[in-house]
């Protein structure tokens, strides 16, 4: 629907701002800033402003040139990476959601957090090697359809009322960008990916420093997406990095 659209809106300014601002005269990138500020309320989509701040604060911190600090970002991947299914099976209990519901009281929150509590534990069931390309889809992975309490108002510390999440367990994808790796892939993929990103890292690093600001900043951002909300392998989101990447490619010159 309209939401749908929105948030794709959002999230595609989020990434798109950094190659789009770069080498702009003050002005301009005062009004675009301006723009998204006013904007980004309306499309209602807390991942895109939380890819816009992140790959704000990328931005400020691109500017260190010291090796020690790209090895401290790039170490930093492997262990989330290479840990966080174990780190989400050990801390998603329904207890521990519970508690967070009673201070962030989001039903999008809330689901998201059922999600990846059970994609943890499934990964769990075939760590080495995963279940499979899109498996994350498939019934057996997937899960059935439950439901899960979200509480929406609290009395004396305690849910008051409820109102429950009922869906699969893993709707469509885990959104999450590493738990799907794990799903997928296994360990032997997620190490692989990890790889990946390490390497793009050391790429970004070694730009001058007006290009390693605004490519950290673009790969910031994009990390924040796929992290909490679509698809590893969503069709629109590649589309949108093909179209942008010509920008990043203009920026440099």
């Known amino acids: 629907g309209r939401a749908l659209i929105f948030s794709k809106v959002g999230m595609t300014f ?8 770069y080498n702009q005269p003050f002005w301009k990138a ?16 807390d991942t895109a402003i939380l890819g816009l701040l992140l790959g704000l604060l990328a931005y400020v911190f691109a500017s260190i040139k010291a ?13 989330i990476c290479l840990t966080l299914p174990f780190v989400f099976n050990t801390l998603l209990t329904d207890q521990n959601i519970y508690e967070i519901n009673k201070k962030i009281v989001s039903f999008s929150y809330i689901h998201r957090l059922y999600i990846w509590q059970y994609t943890s534990s499934k990964i769990l069931e075939s760590p080495l090697i995963g279940f499979g390309l899109g498996s994350d889809t498939a019934d057996p992975v997937a899960g059935k359809v439950v439901s899960k309490p979200f509480y929406y108002t609290f009395k004396n510390g305690e849910g008051d009322l409820q109102n429950p999440i009922i869906g699969q ?3 469509r994808h885990p959104h999450n960008m590493i738990l799907q790796w794990w799903l997928e892939f296994g360990f032997i993929g997620a190490l692989w990916w990890t790889a990946l990103l ?9 730009l001058e420093t007006p290009a390693r600001k605004v490519a950290f900043s673009f790969f910031t951002s994009n990390i924040v997406i796929i992290l909490f909300s679509i698809s590893f392998w969503q069709s ?9 990447l010509p920008l990043l490619t203009i920026s440099r010159k």
Do not use: N
Request: proline residues 5%.
């Open 236 to 244: 629109w989101w590649w589309a949108t990095w093909l179209f942008l």
């Open 198 to 206: 390490v390497f793009l890292v050391e790429k970004i690093r070694m």
């Open 14 to 21: 989020s990434v798109a701002a950094w190659p789009i601002l």
């Open 30 to 45: 005062a009004a675009f800033c301006a723009f998204l500020t006013l904007i980004m309320p309306i499309l209602d989509c």
């Open 169 to 171: 367990q893993i709707p």
């Open 67 to 79: 090796k020690l600090f790209w090895r401290f970002i790039q170490v930093k991947i492997v262990i």
